[in-house]
């Protein structure tokens, strides 16, 4: 029997992704939560290079990585395809799960950091959030009209960036600036196949809230 | 009549594993040397959010991002895989290439910045190099017993840093810290699936060489 077991955070767009990749495809698994603070020896042995969640461990052979692990369903089991069939359409689904990929690093820091770090995150945020304006113009999904593999990996913009925002308390997309991209987020959230897989956002804003709290206190500490 | 171009930089890693993929597969390509200081308007509007080199054309629609590029050769032409067929090797080869990917910023801040940037980018490349020590200790490929996407997406530290080191006059790579590391390169430079792709270590180092010198005077100079 194939045994899939899931380490992750509840409150990550990166363990969000596994779990929701999972759920299209029909693929019972066990979901082992995390503790940030207190590892288990399980996720220190699958993953020794990151030593991150999400893991995914199908019949005892961990994967890790989200997209990775996304390409791993995707070839292993059945049910909806995530990435598209077309070559040339997958290519251009990996270039924009490696263009949000590659953003990642900005969002925390415009977030989770302060002083230079913070300011430099926000920019690079802000020319993420021009590109992205400019592509989803007239797009639901980032390639052809079919959900997939690049609307997962949007699930940091598409969802979490607002829920930081809000926790935060500072507004980085705003509909004059990016008209577009604004657009698209609402129709993201709401639409069926994104609706359904998302975590509460009430929960996960108070939780970041009390994250950003003990940043903020962490950094006004003398070091 | 398929029509594959490549626009790229003789001297670039990145260039060079689409040129490798595309050899290894039997691919007839046009190879078009592009000019850092005036891009040609083919690679702007072929790549408008990166305007980097590589860019794969192939019929008409550009395809850009090295290891993309290589997924899609690989999906798209006969020949070799270079991907492995099982799903669980394909993860690792994916998981090795991120890994290499996500540390191209350290490699270059390394040898192309100074200050600040230049001392984290080296931390960030001696731990890179800890884990690849471990990692290739009794391993001539990084998958398996054969050669492929991982191991293309590693000549950047396999092949391009040695030279940078050399052409910089700094010495990173030494046996007695990363023994393993430092075989495993010695025999990536000479086994034949790479030897005979690689482009000539006298003009690289003479190329960057001069790179270098540019970039200390241009720091040098006041702001």
Known sequence: MAEVKLLGFWY?????????ALKLKGVKYEYIEEDRDNKSSLLLQSNPVHKK????IHNGKPIVESMVILEYIDETFEGPSILPKDPYDRALAR???????????????????????????KEEVYEMLKVLDNELKDKKFFVGDKFGFADIAANLVGFWLGVFEEGYGVVLVTSEKFPN???????????SQ???SLPSRDELLAFFRARFQAVVASISAPK
């Open 181 to 191: 991209f604004s657009r698209w987020r609402d129709e993201y959230i709401n639409c």
């Open 95 to 121: 270039f924009w799960s490696k263009f949000l990929g590659d953003k990642v690093a900005a969002v925390v820091n415009t977030f989770f950091r302060k002083g230079e770090e913070q300011e430099k995150g």
């Open 53 to 56: 969640v999400p893991v995914l």
């Open 194 to 196: 994104v609706k359904e």
């Open 12 to 20: 990550s767009p990166f363990t969000h992704r596994v779990e929701w």
